[in-house]
């Protein structure tokens, strides 16, 4: 059945990088949207960036818009999450999350409950 597997994560000093990715598998139709949320201790998980199969759009918290970009290999039903000049503020876990529907934007980026399946997530940590 389908799976979402997280790697890349790691511990970094601010203004380093990371690539992060996330691979889907599984006998199921591709998803429309996937997406990277993070999640910080204590917080709730916030959306991070999403990327759109068909149309191929992508779209950016105001947080990481500049600094981040999101990108997708649909053979590989693989999205990866360039991470540059990382900050503090930016440690979390970050999960990878895919949905099959077609949603607005709106709720693809404020809904977290249009998102079917989560990774387990990979940790990143940004030291000041």
């Known amino acids: 059945q389908v799976q979402l597997v997280e790697s890349g994560g790691g511990l970094v000093q601010a203004g380093g990088s990371l690539r992060l990715s996330c691979a889907a598998s599984?006998?199921?139709?591709?998803?429309?949207?996937m997406a990277w949320f993070r999640q910080a201790p204590g917080k709730e998980r916030e959306f991070v960036a999403a990327?759109?199969?068909?149309?191929?759009?992508?779209y950016y918290a105001d947080s990481v818009r500049g600094r981040f970009t999101i990108s997708g290999d649909n053979a590989k039903n693989t999205i990866y999450l360039q991470m540059n000049n990382l900050k503090p503020e930016d440690t979390a876990v970050y999960y990878c999350?895919?949905?099959?529907?077609?949603?607005?934007?709106?709720?693809?980026?404020?809904?977290?409950?249009?998102?079917?399946?989560w990774g387990q997530g990979t940790q990143v940590t940004v030291s000041s």
């Open positions: 599984g006998r199921t139709l591709s998803p429309n949207t």
């Open positions: 999350g895919a949905t099959w529907g077609t949603y607005s934007t709106c709720d693809l980026l404020h809904d977290r409950g249009r998102y079917d399946r």
């Open positions: 990327i759109n199969w068909d149309g191929g759009r992508t």
